[in-house]
């Protein structure tokens, strides 16, 4: 959470619009503009419609978690309440029998606020790094060890030691001489980049934790709104960058791993006006506070995501909504538009169907691993 940072002036592009005056100009369609909806996959165009016709191979159940965890200060209470109830999370996966993995990173990143400093050393990741869990795995999977001790490996990585020593040097001093230059040595960073981060590792992918044929979710904790500050009369200020920005993670997944790849962001976050005075009032006496997280919802539902209340008194209900929203996903595959015409569907699976909302082809059950679909429809040409 924000807390004693240094007035930042939001920074807006400049756009420029140019006038020429000059003969008219009939310009043609540049035929590649568009074409077969961007969606990776050939067709031949006819009479304005895109004629679809392709097999996909089932990903067999895949899902990539990531955890993107807000270690800013007043987040401690938030991080330990989400880690005592991981355990039902992973065990719902299990008995569906899904191929997860599942990282951690932090909201943590390097900024002209946010530069080296000794706290950084001590688990304070940055830049999209995964924290590595206390067996020295980066993500952990279906046979990572036994759920009990998953979830012990999970309870000790989501529990950020950085974010607790934060607290407790801002509450013991707080309004005393060489505070703020002591703050950076002590706390990460209070500007909270959590769309950030997951932009840098979908670029990065370190250690190969996303798999191509995998479903990619990204579940955020976060206290405040992305790249937030405050001006002197305690008005949020925002300076997003392009990474900041939920259309610039949504396209970089499209371009890294193609169209066809399913991405879900599901937030925890303050989103109704109760949470937004509780979170505002945890640490007010130190300066401390919250906001709105506006940026996260918004990437949550441009993805079909869950939109959580960070305030809740337990986790458990809003933890199993993910669940069942990553399953979902992970028995669907993307189309190119939605409700395509002339939908022709081949499952190699026996005794499964499939029902079509929006953009996705949703099965009853989980296709077996190396089965196939093979689709054909059309599409009104863009």
Not at 19 to 29: A, D, I, L, N, R
Not at 130 to 148: A, D, M, Q, R, V
Request: charged share 20%; proline share 4%.
């Amino acid at each position: 959470m924000n807390a004693i940072r240094a007035l930042k002036i939001l920074s807006v592009p400049t756009v420029f619009a140019i006038y020429v005056g000059c003969s008219p100009v009939t310009f043609s369609k540049d035929d590649q503009i568009n074409r077969c909806q961007n969606f990776g996959q050939n067709c031949v165009a006819l009479n304005g419609k895109d004629h679809f016709d392709y097999s996909l191979s089932a990903a067999g159940g895949k899902v990539d978690i990531l955890i993107v965890d807000d270690n800013s200060a007043s987040m401690s209470f938030e991080q330990a309440r989400l880690a005592s109830r991981l355990s039902n999370f992973i065990e719902n996966l299990e008995n569906q029998k899904a191929d997860y993995r599942i990282a951690v990173t932090t909201t943590d990143i390097s900024s002209p606020n946010n530069g080296p400093r000794a706290v950084n050393q001590n688990g304070a990741l940055q830049d999209g790094k995964l924290i590595k869990f206390p067996n020295g795995e980066s993500f952990l999977t279906n046979s990572s060890g036994t759920l009990t001790q998953k979830d012990e490996w999970f309870k000790k990585t989501i529990s950020r030691d950085e974010t607790i020593s934060c607290e407790s040097f801002i509450r013991n001093n707080y309004g005393k001489s060489g505070f703020s230059t002591s703050y950076d040595a002590n706390c990460p960073s209070g500007d909270e980049r959590g769309v950030y981060a997951a932009n840098l590792v979908i670029k990065n992918n370190p250690s190969g934790f996303i798999r191509q044929g995998a479903h990619l979710a990204v579940i955020f904790l976060a206290d405040e709104d992305e790249a937030v500050t405050y001006n002197s009369s305690g008005v949020p200020v925002y300076h997003l960058e392009d990474l900041d920005q939920p259309d610039v993670l949504i396209n970089n997944v499209t371009q890294i791993f193609g169209p066809a790849k399913l991405l879900s962001a599901h937030s925890l976050i303050t989103a109704t006006e109760s949470c937004f005075a509780e979170q505002n009032n945890q640490m007010a006496a130190y300066g401390v506070r919250g906001s709105y997280g506006w940026n996260y919802a918004r990437l949550s539902q441009k993805t079909q995501g869950y939109i959580g209340d960070i305030c809740a008194g337990d986790y458990t209900s809003q933890l199993g909504q993910i669940s069942t929203n990553i399953l979902n996903k992970i028995n669907s595959v993307p189309l190119a538009c939605e409700n395509p015409s002339d939908l022709v569907v081949s499952i190699s699976a026996a005794n499964i169907t499939y029902t079509v909302s929006g953009r996705e082809l949703k099965f009853s059950a989980q296709l077996p691993p190396g089965s196939t679909v093979s689709l054909k429809y059309s599409c009104e040409t863009l």
